[in-house]
Protein backbone atom coordinates (compact mmCIF):
# COMPACT_ATOMS: atom_id res chain seq x y z
CA UNK A 1 0.00 0.00 0.00
CA UNK A 2 2.60 2.32 1.00
CA UNK A 3 4.42 0.98 -1.70
CA UNK A 4 2.16 1.66 -4.46
CA UNK A 5 1.55 5.54 -2.69
CA UNK A 6 4.87 6.43 -3.44
CA UNK A 7 4.74 5.12 -6.14
CA UNK A 8 2.18 7.23 -7.33
CA UNK A 9 3.36 9.83 -5.77
CA UNK A 10 7.23 9.40 -7.77
CA UNK A 11 4.55 9.45 -11.40
CA UNK A 12 2.75 12.63 -10.21
CA UNK A 13 6.27 14.68 -9.80
CA UNK A 14 7.57 13.05 -13.54
CA UNK A 15 4.37 14.19 -14.90
CA UNK A 16 4.48 17.09 -13.46
CA UNK A 17 8.29 17.80 -14.85
CA UNK A 18 6.81 17.15 -18.22
CA UNK A 19 5.81 20.06 -19.84
CA UNK A 20 1.84 19.87 -20.91
CA UNK A 21 1.45 18.48 -24.83
CA UNK A 22 1.76 20.79 -27.44
CA UNK A 23 -2.15 21.47 -28.85
CA UNK A 24 -0.96 19.75 -31.54
CA UNK A 25 -4.01 19.64 -34.66
CA UNK A 26 -5.89 22.38 -33.26
CA UNK A 27 -6.43 25.40 -34.69
CA UNK A 28 -5.64 28.34 -32.01
CA UNK A 29 -7.76 30.79 -30.66
CA UNK A 30 -6.50 34.31 -31.79
CA UNK A 31 -7.22 37.46 -29.43
CA UNK A 32 -7.12 40.86 -30.25
CA UNK A 33 -3.31 40.95 -28.73
CA UNK A 34 -2.12 37.76 -31.06
CA UNK A 35 -3.45 39.41 -34.24
CA UNK A 36 -1.22 42.32 -33.19
CA UNK A 37 2.17 39.74 -32.73
CA UNK A 38 0.87 38.41 -35.65
CA UNK A 39 1.18 41.30 -37.75
CA UNK A 40 4.67 42.87 -36.20
CA UNK A 41 5.92 39.60 -36.82
CA UNK A 42 5.17 39.06 -40.50
CA UNK A 43 6.48 43.64 -40.91
CA UNK A 44 9.58 42.04 -39.23
CA UNK A 45 10.05 38.63 -41.06
CA UNK A 46 9.33 39.60 -44.60
CA UNK A 47 10.21 42.22 -47.20
CA UNK A 48 9.18 43.95 -49.59
CA UNK A 49 10.23 42.68 -53.15
CA UNK A 50 9.28 43.79 -56.63
CA UNK A 51 5.29 44.40 -56.97
CA UNK A 52 4.92 42.59 -53.55
CA UNK A 53 4.75 45.67 -51.45
CA UNK A 54 4.71 45.44 -47.27
CA UNK A 55 1.03 47.30 -47.71
CA UNK A 56 -0.03 43.56 -48.45
CA UNK A 57 0.53 42.85 -44.62
CA UNK A 58 -1.77 45.27 -43.29
CA UNK A 59 -4.75 43.84 -42.59
CA UNK A 60 -8.26 46.16 -43.25
CA UNK A 61 -11.72 45.36 -41.31
CA UNK A 62 -12.66 42.32 -42.80
CA UNK A 63 -9.54 40.71 -42.85
CA UNK A 64 -9.38 41.64 -39.07
CA UNK A 65 -12.75 39.74 -38.18
CA UNK A 66 -11.46 37.19 -40.07
CA UNK A 67 -8.44 36.59 -38.78
CA UNK A 68 -9.97 37.12 -35.22
CA UNK A 69 -13.03 34.69 -35.31
CA UNK A 70 -11.42 31.70 -37.06
CA UNK A 71 -13.09 33.02 -40.43
CA UNK A 72 -16.81 32.30 -38.89
CA UNK A 73 -17.68 35.80 -37.13
CA UNK A 74 -20.50 36.11 -35.36
CA UNK A 75 -23.96 37.76 -37.62
CA UNK A 76 -23.33 41.24 -36.16
CA UNK A 77 -19.80 41.41 -37.22
CA UNK A 78 -20.05 39.88 -40.55
CA UNK A 79 -23.16 41.54 -41.94
CA UNK A 80 -22.43 45.27 -41.69
CA UNK A 81 -18.56 45.05 -43.21
CA UNK A 82 -20.40 42.86 -46.28
CA UNK A 83 -22.74 45.34 -46.64
CA UNK A 84 -20.37 47.92 -45.97
CA UNK A 85 -17.75 46.02 -48.95
CA UNK A 86 -21.23 45.90 -51.19
CA UNK A 87 -21.51 49.34 -51.42
CA UNK A 88 -17.63 50.09 -52.53
CA UNK A 89 -17.54 48.41 -55.28
CA UNK A 90 -17.37 50.46 -58.39
CA UNK A 91 -20.71 48.74 -60.34
CA UNK A 92 -19.94 50.10 -64.34
CA UNK A 93 -23.36 51.44 -66.13
CA UNK A 94 -24.81 49.20 -68.47
CA UNK A 95 -24.27 45.51 -69.73
CA UNK A 96 -21.68 43.76 -66.95
CA UNK A 97 -21.17 41.15 -70.34
CA UNK A 98 -18.11 41.10 -72.33
CA UNK A 99 -16.34 38.61 -74.26
CA UNK A 100 -16.55 34.96 -73.25
CA UNK A 101 -13.86 34.07 -75.15
CA UNK A 102 -11.37 37.10 -73.61
CA UNK A 103 -12.71 35.53 -70.60
CA UNK A 104 -12.07 32.42 -71.25
CA UNK A 105 -8.25 32.73 -71.61
CA UNK A 106 -8.46 34.99 -68.29
CA UNK A 107 -10.15 32.06 -66.25
CA UNK A 108 -6.89 29.85 -67.55
CA UNK A 109 -4.29 32.34 -66.65
CA UNK A 110 -2.62 31.50 -63.14
CA UNK A 111 -0.24 34.40 -63.43
CA UNK A 112 0.59 38.04 -61.85
CA UNK A 113 0.69 39.53 -58.39
CA UNK A 114 3.92 37.37 -56.90
CA UNK A 115 6.97 39.04 -56.58
CA UNK A 116 8.44 37.15 -59.46
CA UNK A 117 6.45 38.77 -62.03
CA UNK A 118 7.30 41.86 -63.65
CA UNK A 119 4.77 44.87 -63.15
CA UNK A 120 2.18 45.54 -65.60
CA UNK A 121 1.82 42.17 -67.19
CA UNK A 122 -1.71 41.06 -68.23
CA UNK A 123 -2.45 39.26 -64.95
CA UNK A 124 -4.89 36.16 -65.12
CA UNK A 125 -7.88 35.13 -62.81
CA UNK A 126 -6.53 31.73 -61.76
CA UNK A 127 -10.22 30.91 -61.91
CA UNK A 128 -9.64 27.23 -62.86
CA UNK A 129 -6.92 26.43 -59.99
CA UNK A 130 -9.71 26.37 -57.73
CA UNK A 131 -13.10 25.74 -59.89
CA UNK A 132 -14.69 23.65 -62.34
CA UNK A 133 -15.83 25.88 -64.99
CA UNK A 134 -15.92 24.37 -69.06
CA UNK A 135 -16.33 20.22 -69.44
CA UNK A 136 -13.10 20.75 -72.03
CA UNK A 137 -10.70 21.98 -69.32
CA UNK A 138 -9.71 18.89 -66.95
CA UNK A 139 -7.79 20.46 -65.04
CA UNK A 140 -9.18 22.27 -62.68
CA UNK A 141 -8.86 22.49 -58.56
CA UNK A 142 -11.66 22.02 -55.93
CA UNK A 143 -11.20 24.26 -53.59
CA UNK A 144 -13.70 26.73 -54.78
CA UNK A 145 -17.46 25.31 -56.02
CA UNK A 146 -17.76 23.93 -59.11
CA UNK A 147 -19.24 26.78 -61.46
CA UNK A 148 -20.11 24.49 -63.96
CA UNK A 149 -23.54 25.71 -66.10
CA UNK A 150 -23.14 28.91 -63.85
CA UNK A 151 -25.35 31.24 -66.32
CA UNK A 152 -27.32 28.10 -67.56
CA UNK A 153 -28.47 27.79 -63.92
CA UNK A 154 -29.11 31.24 -62.94
CA UNK A 155 -29.58 33.15 -66.46
CA UNK A 156 -28.33 36.06 -67.68
CA UNK A 157 -30.46 38.95 -65.77
CA UNK A 158 -29.14 41.98 -64.78
CA UNK A 159 -28.72 40.75 -60.62
CA UNK A 160 -27.11 37.94 -61.74
CA UNK A 161 -24.77 40.22 -63.80
CA UNK A 162 -24.37 42.37 -60.98
CA UNK A 163 -23.70 39.46 -58.39
CA UNK A 164 -21.16 37.47 -60.79
CA UNK A 165 -19.60 41.19 -61.14
CA UNK A 166 -19.33 41.95 -57.87
CA UNK A 167 -18.54 38.38 -56.26
CA UNK A 168 -15.10 38.24 -58.66
CA UNK A 169 -14.66 42.04 -57.98
CA UNK A 170 -14.86 41.59 -54.32
CA UNK A 171 -16.00 38.38 -52.92
CA UNK A 172 -15.80 39.32 -49.23
CA UNK A 173 -19.32 41.46 -50.00
CA UNK A 174 -21.19 37.96 -50.07
CA UNK A 175 -19.48 35.75 -47.58
CA UNK A 176 -16.97 37.95 -45.64
CA UNK A 177 -14.38 35.47 -45.04
CA UNK A 178 -14.59 34.12 -48.20
CA UNK A 179 -11.05 32.02 -49.44
CA UNK A 180 -12.08 33.88 -52.54
CA UNK A 181 -8.82 36.12 -53.39
CA UNK A 182 -10.51 40.33 -54.49
CA UNK A 183 -9.52 40.13 -57.62
CA UNK A 184 -10.73 43.94 -58.41
CA UNK A 185 -10.32 45.41 -55.10
CA UNK A 186 -6.78 43.46 -55.15
CA UNK A 187 -6.26 45.23 -58.42
CA UNK A 188 -5.24 42.08 -59.82
CA UNK A 189 -7.77 42.46 -62.69
CA UNK A 190 -9.64 45.74 -64.51
CA UNK A 191 -13.32 46.45 -65.34
CA UNK A 192 -12.74 45.16 -68.80
CA UNK A 193 -11.57 42.25 -67.45
CA UNK A 194 -13.99 41.30 -65.23
CA UNK A 195 -17.01 41.55 -67.05
CA UNK A 196 -15.04 38.85 -69.50
CA UNK A 197 -15.15 36.41 -66.81
CA UNK A 198 -18.97 37.67 -65.84
CA UNK A 199 -19.69 36.69 -69.65
CA UNK A 200 -17.09 33.22 -69.66
CA UNK A 201 -19.93 32.00 -66.71
CA UNK A 202 -22.86 33.54 -67.70
CA UNK A 203 -22.98 33.88 -71.38
CA UNK A 204 -25.01 31.15 -73.50
CA UNK A 205 -22.48 30.55 -76.09
CA UNK A 206 -20.00 30.05 -73.20
CA UNK A 207 -18.42 26.39 -72.98
CA UNK A 208 -19.17 26.64 -69.25
CA UNK A 209 -23.13 26.63 -70.12
CA UNK A 210 -22.61 24.20 -72.76
CA UNK B 1 -23.61 -15.89 -62.53
CA UNK B 2 -23.82 -12.31 -59.76
CA UNK B 3 -19.29 -11.94 -60.69
CA UNK B 4 -20.44 -12.06 -64.30
CA UNK B 5 -23.06 -9.75 -64.17
CA UNK B 6 -21.25 -7.54 -61.95
CA UNK B 7 -17.95 -7.69 -64.46
CA UNK B 8 -20.51 -6.67 -67.45
CA UNK B 9 -21.91 -3.05 -65.32
CA UNK B 10 -18.17 -2.62 -65.04
CA UNK B 11 -17.26 -3.23 -68.60
CA UNK B 12 -20.13 -1.24 -69.68
CA UNK B 13 -19.37 1.50 -66.88
CA UNK B 14 -15.93 1.48 -68.08
CA UNK B 15 -17.22 2.21 -71.98
CA UNK B 16 -19.42 4.70 -70.87
CA UNK B 17 -16.60 6.83 -69.54
CA UNK B 18 -14.13 9.13 -70.94
CA UNK B 19 -10.78 7.75 -71.35
CA UNK B 20 -9.36 10.06 -68.99
CA UNK B 21 -11.77 9.62 -66.08
CA UNK B 22 -10.51 5.70 -65.71
CA UNK B 23 -7.31 7.06 -64.67
CA UNK B 24 -7.32 7.96 -60.71
CA UNK B 25 -4.65 10.76 -60.64
CA UNK B 26 -3.77 10.18 -56.73
CA UNK B 27 -2.90 6.60 -57.65
CA UNK B 28 -1.04 7.28 -60.67
CA UNK B 29 0.82 10.09 -58.43
CA UNK B 30 1.44 7.61 -55.83
CA UNK B 31 3.08 5.12 -58.71
CA UNK B 32 5.38 7.38 -60.20
CA UNK B 33 6.07 9.26 -56.59
CA UNK B 34 7.61 5.03 -55.85
CA UNK B 35 9.15 4.51 -58.37
CA UNK B 36 11.38 7.61 -58.45
CA UNK B 37 12.12 7.56 -54.99
CA UNK B 38 13.33 4.18 -55.44
CA UNK B 39 16.41 6.09 -57.62
CA UNK B 40 16.45 9.44 -56.05
CA UNK B 41 19.14 11.11 -57.50
CA UNK B 42 19.53 13.48 -54.01
CA UNK B 43 22.25 10.86 -52.90
CA UNK B 44 24.21 12.77 -55.66
CA UNK B 45 23.49 15.91 -54.40
CA UNK B 46 24.41 14.57 -51.19
CA UNK B 47 28.02 13.26 -52.25
CA UNK B 48 28.61 17.41 -53.05
CA UNK B 49 27.02 18.22 -50.22
CA UNK B 50 29.72 16.36 -48.21
CA UNK B 51 32.67 17.93 -49.41
CA UNK B 52 31.37 21.18 -48.94
CA UNK B 53 31.10 20.43 -45.29
CA UNK B 54 34.51 19.41 -45.17
CA UNK B 55 36.00 22.29 -47.59
CA UNK B 56 37.98 25.03 -45.54
CA UNK B 57 36.28 28.42 -46.03
CA UNK B 58 35.87 31.78 -44.79
CA UNK B 59 38.77 34.14 -43.14
CA UNK B 60 39.34 31.54 -40.40
CA UNK B 61 39.56 29.17 -43.45
CA UNK B 62 38.14 26.29 -40.99
CA UNK B 63 35.62 23.41 -42.39
CA UNK B 64 32.37 23.45 -40.88
CA UNK B 65 33.16 20.06 -39.40
CA UNK B 66 33.10 21.71 -35.63
CA UNK B 67 29.68 23.10 -36.48
CA UNK B 68 27.04 21.92 -33.27
CA UNK B 69 23.93 20.98 -35.35
CA UNK B 70 22.38 20.16 -31.92
CA UNK B 71 23.98 17.19 -30.70
CA UNK B 72 27.23 18.46 -30.16
CA UNK B 73 30.21 20.09 -32.40
CA UNK B 74 30.97 18.02 -35.54
CA UNK B 75 27.72 15.30 -35.27
CA UNK B 76 25.70 14.71 -38.03
CA UNK B 77 24.20 11.58 -37.22
CA UNK B 78 20.82 11.61 -36.49
CA UNK B 79 21.24 15.66 -36.27
CA UNK B 80 18.44 16.88 -38.87
CA UNK B 81 15.96 14.56 -37.18
CA UNK B 82 15.93 16.88 -33.73
CA UNK B 83 15.67 19.89 -35.39
CA UNK B 84 14.65 22.39 -35.03
CA UNK B 85 15.63 23.02 -31.60
CA UNK B 86 16.57 25.65 -29.20
CA UNK B 87 20.04 26.84 -28.95
CA UNK B 88 22.06 28.83 -25.87
CA UNK B 89 24.72 29.99 -27.83
CA UNK B 90 21.92 31.79 -30.40
CA UNK B 91 19.20 32.46 -27.98
CA UNK B 92 16.79 31.07 -30.42
CA UNK B 93 15.23 27.83 -31.85
CA UNK B 94 16.97 27.05 -34.83
CA UNK B 95 16.12 24.97 -37.91
CA UNK B 96 18.92 23.13 -40.17
CA UNK B 97 19.41 25.97 -42.41
CA UNK B 98 19.15 28.87 -39.81
CA UNK B 99 21.71 26.93 -37.81
CA UNK B 100 23.98 26.40 -40.75
CA UNK B 101 24.22 30.03 -41.71
CA UNK B 102 24.88 30.79 -37.95
CA UNK B 103 27.90 28.45 -38.22
CA UNK B 104 29.19 29.73 -41.40
CA UNK B 105 29.27 33.71 -39.87
CA UNK B 106 30.42 32.28 -36.67
CA UNK B 107 32.86 29.60 -36.81
CA UNK B 108 34.02 30.07 -40.19
CA UNK B 109 33.70 34.10 -40.19
CA UNK B 110 31.76 34.91 -43.20
CA UNK B 111 30.07 37.78 -43.81
CA UNK B 112 26.14 37.28 -43.85
CA UNK B 113 26.26 38.67 -47.34
CA UNK B 114 28.97 35.89 -48.47
CA UNK B 115 26.78 33.61 -46.06
CA UNK B 116 23.28 34.29 -47.93
CA UNK B 117 24.74 35.12 -51.48
CA UNK B 118 23.31 32.40 -52.92
CA UNK B 119 20.43 30.32 -50.55
CA UNK B 120 18.51 29.33 -53.77
CA UNK B 121 20.02 27.90 -56.45
CA UNK B 122 19.40 26.39 -60.02
CA UNK B 123 21.18 24.05 -62.78
CA UNK B 124 23.81 26.15 -63.40
CA UNK B 125 24.61 27.51 -60.03
CA UNK B 126 23.80 24.90 -57.41
CA UNK B 127 23.35 26.12 -53.77
CA UNK B 128 25.84 25.44 -50.77
CA UNK B 129 23.11 25.71 -48.33
CA UNK B 130 20.74 23.47 -50.26
CA UNK B 131 23.47 20.72 -50.86
CA UNK B 132 24.95 21.15 -47.01
CA UNK B 133 21.57 20.70 -46.27
CA UNK B 134 20.54 17.60 -48.37
CA UNK B 135 23.54 15.83 -46.86
CA UNK B 136 23.12 16.46 -43.35
CA UNK B 137 19.08 14.83 -43.72
CA UNK B 138 20.52 11.89 -45.21
CA UNK B 139 22.46 11.37 -42.21
CA UNK B 140 19.04 10.73 -40.58
CA UNK B 141 17.81 8.20 -42.57
CA UNK B 142 15.21 6.33 -40.57
CA UNK B 143 15.64 8.25 -37.38
CA UNK B 144 12.40 9.75 -35.89
CA UNK B 145 11.59 13.42 -36.81
CA UNK B 146 12.10 14.32 -32.88
CA UNK B 147 12.26 18.31 -33.09
CA UNK B 148 12.59 19.94 -29.46
CA UNK B 149 9.81 20.59 -27.60
CA UNK B 150 10.45 21.14 -23.72
CA UNK B 151 12.29 24.51 -24.12
CA UNK B 152 10.01 27.35 -23.43
CA UNK B 153 10.90 28.91 -26.88
CA UNK B 154 10.82 25.63 -29.09
CA UNK B 155 7.55 25.70 -27.43
CA UNK B 156 6.46 29.72 -28.48
CA UNK B 157 8.05 28.99 -31.74
CA UNK B 158 5.61 26.48 -32.23
CA UNK B 159 2.62 28.43 -31.13
CA UNK B 160 4.10 31.43 -33.23
CA UNK B 161 4.15 28.60 -36.12
CA UNK B 162 0.41 27.54 -35.27
CA UNK B 163 -0.91 31.10 -35.55
CA UNK B 164 1.16 32.13 -38.62
CA UNK B 165 -0.18 28.78 -40.31
CA UNK B 166 -3.83 30.37 -40.34
CA UNK B 167 -3.17 33.81 -40.42
CA UNK B 168 -4.49 35.73 -43.62
CA UNK B 169 -2.73 38.29 -45.41
CA UNK B 170 -1.36 39.27 -48.45
CA UNK B 171 -2.99 40.35 -51.85
CA UNK B 172 -4.98 37.74 -51.71
CA UNK B 173 -6.32 37.08 -48.32
CA UNK B 174 -4.85 33.54 -48.35
CA UNK B 175 -2.98 32.11 -45.10
CA UNK B 176 -1.26 28.22 -45.44
CA UNK B 177 -4.92 26.78 -44.37
CA UNK B 178 -6.50 28.11 -47.56
CA UNK B 179 -4.82 25.72 -49.30
CA UNK B 180 -4.11 23.43 -46.84
CA UNK B 181 -6.43 23.21 -44.66
CA UNK B 182 -9.08 21.23 -46.18
CA UNK B 183 -8.93 17.03 -46.99
CA UNK B 184 -9.05 15.64 -50.40
CA UNK B 185 -8.81 19.13 -52.10
CA UNK B 186 -6.48 20.00 -55.37
CA UNK B 187 -5.40 22.95 -57.03
CA UNK B 188 -5.75 22.27 -60.69
CA UNK B 189 -4.46 18.46 -60.70
CA UNK B 190 -2.71 18.57 -57.25
CA UNK B 191 -3.61 17.05 -54.23
CA UNK B 192 -3.37 19.05 -51.46
CA UNK B 193 -2.44 17.67 -48.10
CA UNK B 194 -3.97 19.33 -44.56
CA UNK B 195 -0.09 20.24 -42.97
CA UNK B 196 -2.08 21.01 -39.49
CA UNK B 197 -2.93 17.06 -39.08
CA UNK B 198 -0.37 14.87 -38.03
CA UNK B 199 -1.51 12.02 -40.84
CA UNK B 200 -1.30 14.83 -43.34
CA UNK B 201 2.30 16.22 -42.73
CA UNK B 202 4.33 13.40 -41.11
CA UNK B 203 5.66 11.81 -44.80
CA UNK B 204 5.71 15.94 -45.55
CA UNK B 205 8.45 16.92 -43.28
CA UNK B 206 10.51 13.55 -43.42
CA UNK B 207 11.15 13.74 -46.74
CA UNK B 208 12.51 17.36 -47.11
CA UNK B 209 14.76 18.48 -48.37
CA UNK B 210 13.98 17.04 -51.96
CA UNK B 211 14.88 16.85 -54.90
CA UNK B 212 13.05 18.37 -57.15
CA UNK B 213 11.79 17.70 -61.00
CA UNK B 214 11.00 20.55 -62.19
CA UNK B 215 13.83 22.43 -61.06
CA UNK B 216 16.54 19.48 -61.23
CA UNK B 217 17.67 20.84 -57.82
CA UNK B 218 17.82 19.82 -53.98
CA UNK B 219 15.63 22.24 -52.50
CA UNK B 220 14.99 22.95 -48.66
CA UNK B 221 12.11 23.13 -46.58
CA UNK B 222 13.29 27.43 -46.13
CA UNK B 223 13.12 27.30 -50.16
CA UNK B 224 9.49 25.58 -49.91
CA UNK B 225 7.84 27.72 -47.29
CA UNK B 226 9.40 30.94 -49.52
CA UNK B 227 8.17 29.84 -52.24
CA UNK B 228 4.65 28.89 -50.74
CA UNK B 229 4.12 32.22 -49.95
CA UNK B 230 4.92 33.90 -53.23
CA UNK B 231 2.72 31.87 -54.62
CA UNK B 232 0.23 33.44 -51.58
CA UNK B 233 1.02 37.07 -53.15
CA UNK B 234 2.81 38.00 -49.35
CA UNK B 235 5.51 39.91 -49.87
CA UNK B 236 8.85 37.60 -49.63
CA UNK B 237 9.86 35.67 -46.34
CA UNK B 238 13.57 36.44 -44.83
CA UNK B 239 15.52 33.52 -45.19
CA UNK B 240 15.81 32.07 -41.52
CA UNK B 241 13.58 34.19 -40.08
CA UNK B 242 11.59 33.48 -36.67
CA UNK B 243 8.42 33.13 -38.66
CA UNK B 244 10.03 30.70 -41.06
CA UNK B 245 11.55 28.76 -38.23
CA UNK B 246 8.28 28.76 -36.39
CA UNK B 247 6.38 27.53 -39.37
CA UNK B 248 8.93 24.65 -39.93
CA UNK B 249 9.09 24.05 -35.90
CA UNK B 250 4.76 24.02 -36.17
CA UNK B 251 5.05 21.49 -38.83
CA UNK B 252 7.95 19.41 -37.83
CA UNK B 253 6.32 19.08 -33.73
CA UNK B 254 2.54 18.23 -35.84
CA UNK B 255 4.55 15.61 -37.77
CA UNK B 256 6.88 14.03 -35.39
CA UNK B 257 7.41 10.52 -34.62
CA UNK B 258 7.84 9.93 -38.84
CA UNK B 259 11.05 8.16 -39.86
CA UNK B 260 13.09 9.91 -41.76
CA UNK B 261 12.49 9.23 -45.29
CA UNK B 262 14.33 11.91 -47.55
CA UNK B 263 16.22 13.43 -48.93
CA UNK B 264 13.24 12.71 -51.06
CA UNK B 265 11.93 13.12 -54.96
CA UNK B 266 9.41 15.27 -55.32
CA UNK B 267 7.86 16.76 -58.71
Not at chain 2, 122 to 130: F, G, L, W
Not at chain 2, 230 to 239: A, D, K, L, T
Request: hydrophobic letters at 35%; proline letters at 6%.
Amino acid sequence: MTKNFLLLAGTAVLVAGCAAPLPVGERPKIAASDLDQLVAVSKRDFKARGIAGMDRLELDAAMRACNLHNDNPPREVSQPLEEQILKSIPFPQGSLLGDWKRGQRLAQSGQGMTWSDKPNIANGGSCYNCHQLSPQEESFGTLGTSLRNFGKIRGTSEAIQRYTYGKIYNSKAYNLCSQMPRMGHSKTLNEQQIKDLTAYLLDPNSPVNK
Amino acid sequence: MLKTLMGGAALALAAALPLHAQVDIRKETQRWQQMIAEGSPAELFEIEGEALWKKKQGPKNVSLEGCDLGQGPGVVKAAYAQLPKYFADADRVMDLETRLLHCMTTLQSRSPQDATQRLYGNADRPSEMELLSVYIAGQSRGVPMAPGTRHVKEREAFELGQKLFFHRAGAWDFSCSSCHGEADKRIRMQYLPVMSQPEGVRKIVATWPSYLVRNAQVKTMQWRIWDCYRQMRWPEPVFGSEATVAITQYLTVTGQGEPYAGPGTKR
